[in-house]
């Protein structure tokens, strides 16, 4: 169906208990070696799966089943056919820019609190942002097509054993700064809330453009590597809408620049800004074959 190489189906021989996602015991590089070996059971699959939706807030049924089912799509089948029984899940099928149907999965409330504590049991802070999103069509290419960029990154991130401790998506960030700044004009006025402006946004890693203004990614990754040390990745991904001066001074601050389908990953290619074949393009629903069926 994906055209592409999968690992061994991980499905076990009977089906698992129903109390499930018992999270791992033991080191996390130990859990890395299983990763190597293809031995990540079904419930550590589930529940790597079900924080990715909360963390981002919306993921594509194929998108899942490529970063956390091997590429398997009657193992992801079964994953969210369990956790839309259990009411933690809804599946919507939305429309691309291509006209293709592709199928989006979100959190309800009662899936949040899992997606909290399954979260914070697999290493992330306790305070990464997760509640149901608000979900439009015309957003549905573009946020799912993020979270195949953070997916990317995610990897890249591991080869470096390196651990995923946070991601803000550009509301948060956004939300943030707004709120210290507008928070101090009310205080001391306009100049006051311009120099907060500029402070919260170095303190969060974003970076300003030659006006002054606040440079936002798509997401930010935050992550602890081998050693002990925070990092942060932002990371953008464009579309064929965005303009050349916007992507050279993303570009330009360090942004890990993502292509969403290939007027895109062109435009990239054209400006010296694309990775060729490392990740740069995450090619979406439209990117692929019309006929074939998300189960």
């Given at each position: 169906m994906f055209d592409r190489k999968v690992e061994p189906d991980p499905r076990p021989a009977a089906p698992p208990s129903r109390n499930r996602l018992?999270?791992?015991?033991?080191?996390?590089?130990?859990?890395?070696?299983?990763?190597?070996?293809?031995?990540?059971?079904?419930?550590?699959?589930?529940?790597?799966?079900?924080?990715?939706?909360?963390?981002?807030?919306?993921?594509?049924?194929?998108?899942?089943?490529?970063?956390?089912?091997?590429?398997?799509?009657?193992?992801?089948r079964r994953a969210v056919d369990m956790w839309i029984e259990d009411g933690l899940v809804t599946e919507t099928t939305v429309t691309g820019p291509n006209g293709n149907p592709f199928k989006v999965l979100t959190l309800t409330p009662a899936g949040v609190a899992d997606a909290r504590e399954l979260a914070a049991q697999r290493g992330m802070d306790r305070n990464q942002r997760i509640e149901v999103p608000r979900i439009r069509d015309a957003q549905a290419s573009h946020d799912t097509a993020v979270y195949r960029a953070c997916a990317t990154e995610r990897d890249r991130l591991r080869r470096r054993d390196a651990r995923v401790r946070r991601v803000r998506l550009d509301a948060e960030l956004k939300s943030a700064v707004a709120r210290a700044s507008e928070a101090e004009r009310a205080r001391n006025g306009k100049r006051a809330a311009d120099a907060e402006r500029q402070r919260t946004a170095e303190e969060l890693g974003l970076p300003l453009d030659e006006a002054g203004q606040?440079?936002?990614?798509?997401?930010?990754?935050?992550?602890?590597?081998?050693?002990?040390?925070?990092?942060?990745?932002?990371?953008?991904?464009?579309?064929?809408?965005?303009?050349?001066?916007?992507?050279?001074?993303?570009?330009?601050?360090?942004?890990?620049?993502?292509?969403?389908?290939?007027?895109?990953?062109?435009?990239?290619?054209?400006?010296?800004?694309?990775?060729?074949?490392?990740?740069?393009?995450?090619g979406g629903r439209a990117d692929r074959d019309p006929a074939s069926v998300e189960l």
């Open positions: 018992p999270m791992r015991d033991g080191h996390r590089r130990e859990y890395a070696a299983d990763r190597e070996r293809g031995s990540i059971s079904f419930p550590e699959r589930c529940a790597g799966a079900l924080a990715d939706i909360g963390v981002h807030g919306a993921v594509s049924f194929r998108d899942l089943a490529d970063a956390r089912f091997g590429g398997h799509p009657y193992t992801t606040v440079l936002y990614p798509d997401a930010q990754i935050e992550y602890e590597d081998a050693e002990g040390r925070t990092g942060r990745v932002n990371v953008e991904v464009a579309s064929g809408s965005y303009r050349e001066p916007a992507l050279r001074a993303k570009a330009a601050a360090g942004f890990a620049m993502h292509a969403s389908g290939p007027a895109a990953a062109g435009m990239l290619q054209k400006l010296g800004l694309g990775h060729g074949d490392d990740g740069a393009w995450t």
